[in-house]
């Protein structure tokens, strides 16, 4: 007994131009959002703070007064690593926004409507 698998129906092509100019539309729109999104990394358990926004600028760069003085080595890998918290913060940031947007304007899914 041969068992055939229905033929899965074949998308709209006005459906999924329709949904491409909305994932193009919310691609803009997040690029915009991004530069006014900030994120923070830390590092030395706050010595060393950088704030930068979700397009990837770094608009601040902190350290505590304690760590001037210190071996230029240990003050450059606390900056690096505060430096990566943010960027990891950015990326989470950004991954979290894109399926909020994403799910709100019903992207989310393999529809096509």
């Known amino acids: 007994m041969?068992?055939?698998k229905p033929i899965p129906?074949?998308?709209d092509p006005q459906k999924m131009f329709k949904r491409l100019q909305r994932m193009q539309f919310m691609s803009l729109e997040l690029q915009a959002?991004?530069?006014?999104?900030?994120?923070?990394g830390d590092?030395?358990?706050?010595?060393v703070k950088v704030v930068?926004?979700?397009?990837?600028k770094v608009l601040n760069?902190?350290?505590?007064?304690?760590?001037?003085g210190w071996d230029n080595e240990i003050v450059g890998n606390l900056v690096m690593t505060a430096l990566n918290n943010a960027i990891d913060a950015k990326e989470e940031a950004i991954r979290v926004e894109?399926?909020?947007m994403a799910k709100e304007r019903n992207l989310d899914d393999d529809k096509f409507e």
């Open 9 to 11: 129906e074949e998308p």
């Open 61 to 68: 760069l902190d350290m505590h007064e304690s760590v001037k």
């Open 52 to 56: 930068m926004n979700c397009a990837g």
């Open 98 to 100: 894109t399926m909020r």
């Open 2 to 4: 041969d068992s055939e």
């Open 33 to 40: 959002k991004m530069e006014d999104m900030e994120v923070e």
């Open 43 to 47: 590092s030395g358990d706050g010595l």
